[in-house]
């Protein structure tokens, strides 16, 4: 008779019982799909429990990068939309679609990093430490303390009249 040589896992198994590389592959990319848009819809409650206000609000979730769509009230709130979303964990980018419904002044973004306090951070933009309450307003609701920030957080910084 002799040797006879298979490739391994090519096919299903005997009888039907498991299954093919490929139909594995496609369940896991399935259930991937569903946590990913389980994820946006948990995003999409999150920025509606904060009283973000956004019409037609949509989030998509492909792997680490997210898209979002809507109507923000205003530039404000579009930016801490973007924040809530990009600072969520699992996600490394947004690609914000969104429109504006009253126009405002594009605040800057700060990436905080080991050491950095709101003061500090103030400082740095404003020239005046004393600012920080202004930084710490424009990211409410995202932040409940002035001073609990993170490395990797990053915040809205604003325009000052």
């Not at 040797?3 to 019982?17: M, R, T, Y």
């Not at 946006?40 to 792997?63: C, G, P």
């Not at 020239?127 to 920080?132: D, L, R, S, V």
Request: proline share 4%; aromatic share 6%; hydrophobic share 45%.
């Amino acid at each position: 008779m002799g040797l006879f040589s298979f490739i391994k896992d090519a096919g299903a198994k005997i009888f039907g019982i498991g299954k093919t590389r490929a139909q594995e592959a496609a369940e896991a990319a399935a259930e991937e799909l569903k946590l990913e848009e389980a994820a946006a819809k948990r995003l999409e409650q999150t920025i509606v429990d904060l009283d973000l206000q956004v019409e037609n609000l949509n989030i998509h979730i492909d792997d680490d990068a997210a898209t979002v769509t809507g109507e923000a009230f205003n530039q404000a709130t579009k930016e801490k939309v973007v924040l809530v979303i990009g600072n969520s964990n699992g996600i490394a980018m947004v690609d914000d679609q969104m429109t504006v419904e009253n126009e405002e002044p594009v605040a800057q973004f700060h990436t905080v990093v080991s050491g950095d306090t709101l003061g500090k951070i103030a400082k740095s933009y404003y020239g005046n430490a004393m600012k920080y309450p202004e930084i710490f307003e424009a990211n409410k609701p995202m932040l409940k303390d002035p001073n609990l920030i993170y490395p990797g957080q990053v915040l809205r910084i604003p325009v000052l009249d």
